[in-house]
């Protein structure tokens, strides 16, 4: 069993619609990281967060500790959003434990 | 503050032959990790330094993999005698002490025909 799963697996929606990816891990964890990955592989970290909610922009994340569980939002959704969507979990050893992503496409 | 950048961003090479990749991290980030990503799937943990001391090393990383950092700067990723299964992105991050952000590079796409 995965230590970090993601719902959807892919995902795809009309441009303007309000968009949840969601992330469950197993383990006891010091943060959480979105991360998006654009097509040719660079990734960009959205968000670190060990509590409650950020955001930024058109993106929010939540995390709620006691559930071991993470939402990331986008609202507004756009064609330039089409990315993978990774969680990604670090334990308190310094290394970090990825999710499979969430692919998500938005139709213009 | 130019962020992490990787070199070569791509390298397609024959089975059997020797590949480096580099890592340049941000200054004074003493963290250094490296990941691997095969088609489909999330990164995975290869190995990680602190300064130039590499602390940890996954069982992924098999004895033709050697990662090094000798000044506690960029960072080198050696796979001997590439094997087909070495295809992947091989991605690089740095962090600095006392956080768990780590900052990734755009990565090293590795194709073994």
């Known amino acids: 069993k995965n230590e970090v799963e993601q719902s959807p697996q892919n995902l795809t929606a009309q441009e303007g619609e309000f968009i949840t990816i969601n992330c469950s891990y197993s383990?006891?964890?010091?943060?959480l990281h979105w991360l998006q990955q654009h097509p040719g592989g660079g990734i960009v970290s959205l968000f670190m967060l060990s509590s409650g909610k950020k955001k930024h922009g058109r993106l929010i994340a939540t995390i709620n500790i006691q559930e071991k569980h993470s939402s990331l939002h986008i609202t507004a959704s756009h064609p330039r959003d089409s990315a993978v969507y990774i969680c990604?979990?670090?334990?308190?050893?310094?290394?970090?434990?990825f999710g499979k992503g969430t692919r998500l496409h938005i139709l213009p | 503050d130019t962020g992490v950048s990787q070199d070569p961003r791509h390298k397609i090479t024959k089975r059997g032959q020797n590949v480096t990749f580099r890592c340049d991290p941000i200054s004074e980030h003493n963290r250094l990790y490296w990941y691997r990503q095969t088609l489909g799937q999330g990164p995975e943990f290869l190995t990680y330094?602190?300064?130039?001391?590499?602390?940890?090393k996954s069982r992924l990383l098999s004895d033709r993999f050697s990662a090094e950092r000798p000044k506690g700067s960029f960072s080198t990723l050696e796979i001997q005698r590439t094997e087909q299964g070495d295809s992947a992105m091989y991605l690089c991050?740095?962090?600095?002490?006392?956080?768990?952000?780590?900052?990734f590079g755009p990565g090293t796409r590795l194709t073994v025909t």
């Open positions: 383990v006891g964890i010091s943060a």
């Open positions: 990604a979990v670090a334990p308190r050893d310094d290394k970090i434990i």
């Open positions: 330094f602190q300064n130039e001391a590499q602390l940890e």
């Open positions: 991050a740095s962090s600095p002490s006392h956080t768990y952000e780590q900052y």
